[in-house]
């Protein structure tokens, strides 16, 4: 099930050429679309030439389409694929700025290293002001860094904000395009013939738009009819992937090592804790959720477990293993890292803890303290916990 680690796959030297053969791909599509030019690009603030919008989002919707298609039929785990991080009020006083600076420079980031390709002088004196800004930033980012690192939030798609699904939200996403393709190309029209012997029309005079039109909208409201695959679908599909870790019970925790996760400070541990509500009534351990196993498919009830910054962990606590795995399984497909599981639950908690002490003074089972582990052999336990962070990508004019 895609994406495919090339790396892996092909090695370094393999990998590495595959994205570099990638890049210059990306670099020669924005130079055919026009992007190296700085007239062309600012000429879209001016109603004039709108290639930067229509070229732009053809690559987001088509890419959006595939993506999700791909996901719905079975061979992407969307999952897996990394969002960049939303910093929200950042984000819009950035892109306001990045705005200005596009108007008065004609180029971003991005586009100013493809004019610089194609041996312009007016990208070069753009890259070198993006270079010289971009220390700046950094040196005075001390002055303003709660406002930098404000609303922020882990992995947050449209459809999240929206509360829709999706597909709909793609099919409603594709409509937008499709207008704003209109608009763009109606005003490119009337900029064209104002002040000459030319007739604007508000028809749509060519049947190649009409054909694409018509296949995204077909392409996305298929994605919307199939919808995205549910866990228990995910996990039939992805299977071979995780279950070898079950197997080799690399999942499963000692008591121990739970005890030096929960007083390491440095983890953001989340412990849920499967078994009825009886049970966690009368024994729990400090901190722990009671969660019904039912939970687990809960798309909001998942979002914040996704959304745990990169030293967060999740273990998972139940009678029996058979519950336990189960939620293991179904956190593992909906993009939750770092999960795992108490190993026999709390059955030998007591029994492993009780009547212990640290400096002669007795402690609270639901909260031993680290110098607990001094009791202890070091070899008491195989360290199983190992920190897994997905990698950031960056976009066009990151």
């Known amino acids: 099930m895609l994406p495919i680690d090339v790396i892996a796959v092909l090695g370094k030297f393999g990998g590495y050429a595959v994205f570099v053969l990638i890049g210059i791909g990306f670099g020669v599509s924005l130079e055919l679309a026009g992007f190296g030019d700085s007239r062309r690009l600012a000429a879209q603030f001016y109603l004039k030439d709108m290639t930067v919008?229509?070229?732009?989002?053809?690559?987001?919707?088509?890419?959006?389409?595939?993506?999700?298609?791909?996901?719905?039929?079975?061979?992407?785990?969307?999952?897996?694929?990394?969002v960049t991080q939303t910093f929200l009020w950042p984000g819009i006083v950035g892109g306001l700025i990045m705005g200005v600076g596009f108007i008065v420079g004609g180029y971003c980031p991005g586009t100013s290293l493809v004019s610089v390709?194609?041996?312009?002088?007016?990208?070069?004196?753009?890259?070198?002001?993006?270079?010289?800004?971009?220390?700046?930033?950094?040196?005075?980012?001390?002055?303003?860094?709660?406002?930098?690192?404000?609303?922020f939030t882990e992995r947050y798609l449209l459809s999240d904000w929206l509360g829709w699904s999706i597909g709909a939200t793609l099919f409603a996403v594709t409509l937008m395009a499709l207008v704003m393709f209109y608009g763009a190309e109606k005003t490119e029209e009337f900029f064209r013939t104002k002040g000459k012997d030319l007739s604007w029309s508000w028809k749509i005079t060519k049947r190649s738009y009409v054909y694409g039109a018509a296949a995204l909208v077909v392409s996305a409201s298929l994605v919307w009819f199939i919808g995205q695959p549910d866990p228990v679908r995910k996990w039939s599909l992805m299977e071979n992937k995780y279950s070898g870790q079950l197997a080799s019970r690399d999942v499963f925790i000692h008591p121990l090592e739970y005890v030096k996760t929960y007083n390491d400070a440095s983890i953001k541990l989340v412990t849920l804790d499967l078994r009825s509500d009886s049970e966690f009534k009368t024994f729990h351990l400090s901190g722990s959720?009671?969660?019904?196993?039912?939970?687990?498919?809960?798309?909001?009830?998942?979002?914040?477990?996704?959304?745990?910054?990169?030293?967060?962990?999740?273990?998972?606590?139940?009678?029996?293993?058979?519950?336990?795995?189960?939620?293991?399984?179904?956190?593992?497909?909906?993009?939750?890292?770092?999960?795992?599981?108490?190993e026999n639950g709390l059955h030998d908690w007591n029994t492993?803890?009780?009547?212990?002490?640290?400096?002669?003074?007795?402690?609270?089972?639901?909260?031993?303290?680290?110098e607990v582990l001094q009791l202890f052999p070091k070899?008491?336990?195989?360290?199983?916990?190992?920190?897994?962070?997905?990698?950031?990508?960056?976009?066009?004019?990151?």
Request: net charge neutral; with cysteine; proline share 5%.
């Open 53 to 82: 919008l229509k070229t732009m989002f053809t690559a987001i919707i088509v890419a959006a389409i595939l993506i999700f298609l791909s996901a719905a039929i079975g061979i992407l785990d969307f999952s897996q694929i990394s």
């Open 289 to 342: 959720e009671n969660t019904k196993p039912e939970d687990i498919l809960v798309p909001k009830f998942i979002a914040p477990l996704v959304q745990l910054p990169a030293q967060g962990v999740v273990v998972l606590i139940a009678d029996n293993d058979s519950v336990s795995t189960l939620a293991w399984k179904y956190l593992k497909v909906q993009g939750v890292s770092n999960v795992y599981i108490l």
């Open 379 to 398: 070899d008491a336990f195989t360290p199983k916990i190992k920190i897994s962070t997905k990698k950031r990508s960056g976009g066009l004019c990151s």
């Open 117 to 151: 390709a194609s041996l312009k002088i007016d990208g070069l004196f753009f890259l070198i002001g993006t270079v010289l800004g971009a220390g700046f930033f950094g040196e005075s980012l001390p002055a303003f860094e709660d406002f930098w690192n404000s609303s």
């Open 352 to 370: 492993l803890f009780g009547g212990k002490t640290v400096s002669g003074k007795t402690f609270n089972l639901d909260s031993p303290p680290a």
